[in-house]
């Protein structure tokens, strides 16, 4: 098995374009009825509190903002961080009680180092480390990529509780740019629940210096559909596990028990009945090779299978899930640092439900449906929080049937990569286009969209994409958030540069608190119906319609009603807006 294909995009020119008058403006249809504000809970209920560097006091230099593919700031979270020199300090006060922080950072590429960790001014025994090492990614198969996952992240238990408005601050032994802080009040080890069978009890070593792998084995098989009980401890488990079915793998907590596995679960399917839950893996995977299955979960679990409450770290995909994992629930998960994608549902997948997970730093898709081989239906991402995915969007569905995307708050994606895609683009055959009803509601999309290198034009926030088959699903937009889009919000486009259409499409309810070029960028034949949706501190133009190639067809607006702030029309297909014109 192997992450999803290359996201290769030719390059779509500017040309002019016959635009009929229904495709240059609005075109009234009946009102629509106003529709409901975006709920204020879009995104995952975390057991931490992220603080930006930037808002931090102390020494050092802020880097950005910047959206230039390649540059620290770009990759940052809120697009700006915090640059230190040996002896700098940068203070965060706590805003809430804490005794465990989580710290996003680079340092130069080959370097290592550490941050010393002081509370309201006294020098702890917490240390930081740091290392370039899973940073600095390169994938030249990738059409336009350059090196990428720029940040890491690192931590530690303090050792001591700290109240809120207690001042940590970080020492930097040398050059080291802090990204973000994650301040968590994390609980005491579980106690293993009864007659649960102890991997440790079996031979596994929780101090890591010995491969315990063959002790999970023979837990799981004396577990015989009961519990596998991981205690507190490292484990090193050098091979994956296979043969799942009808058992639960538990941990005392993400921040007790502690597995180092780059490839920890390998299974073609199963009866299924797996649950997997509380306890942290760490891989070694410093690269992306898209021939060796460096992932958490590679296949299927099997049927109504779970797996919560996981800290899943320095992997290629946490997730890559072929075969039978309908019902499967992922849920209260936190994925960092993987160089490809953080969960891809990559066919067959019926049902699925992936909710309340955190995602940071993903070198690809941070989620994706990709209905290759047989489509993924009746599934859903729901209430994730997604930051910083380096090379891709944030969340992708490519191609499946009756799909929902609802209440995730996606934040600061780079090149090649929007929001949100709603996508035909299918990499590979035998693929399942688009069907049924597409459902994108309710969700907060934050500095989403890039200038596509490979395009050398923008990618919206969100965007629906004819790559390689018109549209014909339904597609509903309703109730989202767009906060300082770089670029446009509404992207409609066939990035094959065929022109195909993007139709059926209906977007009702979206604020737009920002955007650097148009609402609306509309790059191919189609249609959408869009009512309710309020625009301010937009760029030069509401709207850019311009359908690629020339002569291919037009692209209808129709106006339902309840638009504001962005009536204006981009008329210059020759060139393309530019932010802050």
Same mark, same amino acid.
């Given at each position: 098995?192997?992450?999803?294909?290359?996201?290769?995009?030719?390059?779509?020119? $500017?040309?002019?374009?016959?635009?009929?008058?229904?495709?240059?403006?609005?075109?009234?249809?009946?009102?629509?009825?106003?529709?409901?504000?975006?709920?204020?809970?879009? !995104?995952?209920?975390?057991?931490?509190?992220?603080?930006?560097?930037?808002? $931090?006091?102390?020494?050092?230099?802020?880097? !950005?903002?910047?959206?230039?593919?390649?540059?620290?700031?770009?990759?940052?979270?809120?697009?700006?961080? =915090?640059?230190?020199?040996?002896?700098?300090? =940068?203070?965060?006060?706590?805003?809430?009680?804490?005794?465990?922080?989580?710290?996003?950072?680079?340092?130069?590429?080959?370097?290592?180092?550490?941050?010393?960790?002081?509370?309201?001014?006294?020098?702890?025994?917490?240390?930081?480390?740091?290392?370039?090492?899973?940073?600095?990614?390169?994938?030249?198969?990738?059409?336009?990529?350059?090196?990428?996952?720029?940040?890491?992240?690192?931590?530690?238990?303090?050792?001591?509780?700290?109240?809120?408005?207690?001042?940590?601050?970080?020492?930097?032994?040398?050059?080291?740019?802090?990204? =973000?802080?994650?301040?968590?009040?994390?609980?005491?080890?579980?106690?293993?629940?009864?007659?649960?069978?102890?991997?440790?009890?079996?031979?596994?070593?929780?101090?890591?210096?010995?491969?315990?792998?063959?002790?999970?084995?023979?837990?799981?098989?004396?577990?015989?559909?009961?519990?596998? *009980?991981? +205690?507190?401890?490292?484990?090193?488990?050098?091979?994956?596990?296979?043969?799942?079915?009808?058992?639960?793998?538990?941990? %005392?907590?993400? *921040?007790?028990?502690?597995?180092?596995?780059?490839?920890?679960?390998?299974?073609?399917?199963?009866?299924?009945?797996?649950?997997?839950?509380?306890?942290?893996?760490?891989?070694?995977?410093?690269?992306?090779?898209?021939?060796?299955?460096?992932?958490? /979960?590679?296949?299927?679990?099997?049927?109504?299978?779970?797996?919560?409450?996981?800290? &899943?770290?320095? &992997?290629?995909?946490?997730?890559?899930?072929?075969?039978?994992?309908?019902?499967?629930?992922?849920?209260?998960?936190?994925? &960092?640092?993987?160089?490809?994608?953080?969960?891809?549902?990559? !066919?067959?997948?019926?049902?699925?439900?992936?909710?309340?997970?955190? &995602?940071?730093?993903?070198?690809?898709?941070?989620? %994706?449906?990709?209905?290759?081989?047989?489509?993924?239906?009746?599934?859903?991402?729901?209430?994730?929080?997604?930051?910083?995915?380096?090379?891709?969007?944030?969340? %992708?569905?490519?191609?499946?049937?009756?799909?929902?995307?609802?209440?995730?708050?996606?934040?600061?994606?780079?090149?090649?990569?929007? !929001?949100?895609?709603?996508?035909?683009?299918?990499?590979?055959?035998?693929?399942? +286009?688009?069907?049924?009803?597409?459902?994108?509601?309710?969700?907060?999309?934050?500095?989403?969209?890039?200038?596509? +290198?490979? *395009?050398?034009?923008?990618?919206?926030?969100?965007?629906?994409?004819?790559?390689?088959?018109?549209?014909?699903?339904?597609?509903?937009?309703?109730?989202?958030?767009?906060?300082?889009?770089?670029?446009?919000?509404?992207?409609?486009?066939?990035?094959?540069?065929?022109?195909?259409?993007?139709?059926?499409?209906?977007?009702?309810?979206?604020? /737009?608190?920002?955007?650097?070029?148009?609402?609306?960028? %509309?790059?191919?034949?189609?249609?959408?119906?869009?009512?309710?949706?309020?625009?301010?501190?937009?760029?030069?133009?509401?709207?850019?319609?311009?359908?690629?190639?020339?002569?291919?067809?037009?692209?209808?607006?129709?106006?339902?009603?309840?638009?504001?702030?962005?009536?204006?029309? *981009?008329?210059?297909?020759?060139?393309?807006?530019?932010?802050?014109?």
């Amino acid at each position: 098995m192997h992450t999803s294909p290359r996201r290769a995009r030719p390059r779509l020119l $500017a040309t002019a374009a016959a635009v009929a008058l229904a495709g240059g403006t609005l075109v009234a249809v009946a009102p629509a009825q106003a529709a409901a504000p975006t709920a204020a809970t879009a !995104g995952a209920d975390l057991p931490f509190t992220s603080v930006e560097a930037e808002s $931090a006091g102390g020494e050092g230099s802020v880097v !950005g903002p910047d959206y230039t593919q390649g540059t620290l700031a770009s990759e940052a979270s809120g697009r700006k961080a =915090v640059k230190l020199s040996a002896g700098q300090r =940068v203070e965060f006060t706590a805003p809430a009680a804490a005794n465990a922080v989580n710290v996003s950072y680079n340092v130069p590429d080959g370097q290592t180092g550490s941050l010393a960790v002081y509370v309201n001014g006294e020098k702890t025994d917490a240390t930081l480390p740091l290392t370039a090492k899973y940073s600095y990614v390169d994938t030249p198969w990738i059409a336009g990529a350059k090196t990428h996952h720029l940040f890491d992240n690192t931590r530690t238990l303090l050792g001591r509780d700290v109240a809120q408005g207690d001042t940590v601050a970080f020492e930097a032994s040398g050059d080291v740019t802090v990204d =973000v802080a994650d301040f968590e009040q994390v609980a005491d080890a579980a106690e293993a629940p009864a007659g649960a069978v102890s991997v440790v009890d079996h031979g596994a070593d929780p101090t890591g210096a010995a491969d315990s792998a063959q002790a999970f084995r023979d837990a799981i098989a004396a577990a015989q559909g009961g519990t596998v *009980w991981i +205690p507190p401890g490292d484990y090193q488990v050098g091979s994956a596990l296979q043969g799942l079915a009808n058992v639960t793998l538990q941990g %005392a907590g993400a *921040w007790h028990s502690v597995v180092h596995s780059s490839h920890f679960i390998d299974q073609t399917g199963g009866s299924g009945g797996v649950h997997i839950k509380d306890f942290a893996v760490f891989g070694e995977v410093t690269e992306r090779n898209d021939s060796s299955p460096d992932n958490f /979960v590679n296949g299927s679990l099997g049927p109504g299978s779970s797996v919560s409450g996981m800290w &899943l770290q320095h &992997l290629k995909c946490g997730f890559w899930l072929t075969g039978n994992n309908d019902d499967l629930v992922v849920e209260n998960n936190r994925i &960092l640092d993987t160089t490809a994608d953080g969960l891809n549902l990559n !066919g067959n997948a019926h049902d699925v439900s992936v909710r309340n997970n955190f &995602l940071r730093n993903q070198g690809d898709d941070s989620l %994706a449906m990709w209905s290759l081989g047989a489509p993924d239906t009746g599934s859903s991402f729901s209430g994730n929080t997604i930051s910083q995915p380096n090379l891709a969007n944030g969340i %992708a569905i490519y191609g499946g049937t009756d799909i929902t995307v609802e209440n995730n708050h996606v934040s600061d994606t780079n090149a090649l990569g929007s !929001g949100i895609a709603v996508s035909n683009q299918k990499f590979a055959d035998p693929f399942n +286009p688009l069907s049924g009803t597409i459902t994108v509601s309710g969700n907060t999309l934050d500095r989403t969209g890039a200038l596509n +290198p490979n *395009w050398q034009h923008p990618m919206g926030a969100l965007r629906v994409d004819s790559y390689d088959s018109a549209i014909e699903a339904q597609v509903n937009i309703d109730d989202n958030t767009f906060n300082d889009s770089p670029y446009s919000v509404f992207e409609f486009v066939s990035g094959g540069g065929t022109g195909l259409a993007a139709k059926n499409i209906t977007v009702d309810g979206a604020s /737009v608190n920002g955007a650097g070029t148009v609402v609306v960028q %509309a790059e191919t034949q189609g249609q959408a119906t869009i009512g309710n949706v309020t625009a301010s501190d937009i760029g030069p133009a509401g709207i850019y319609n311009c359908p690629f190639p020339a002569g291919s067809g037009t692209f209808t607006l129709d106006d339902a009603g309840g638009n504001s702030g962005w009536d204006t029309t *981009w008329d210059d297909c020759d060139a393309w807006p530019e932010p802050g014109q």
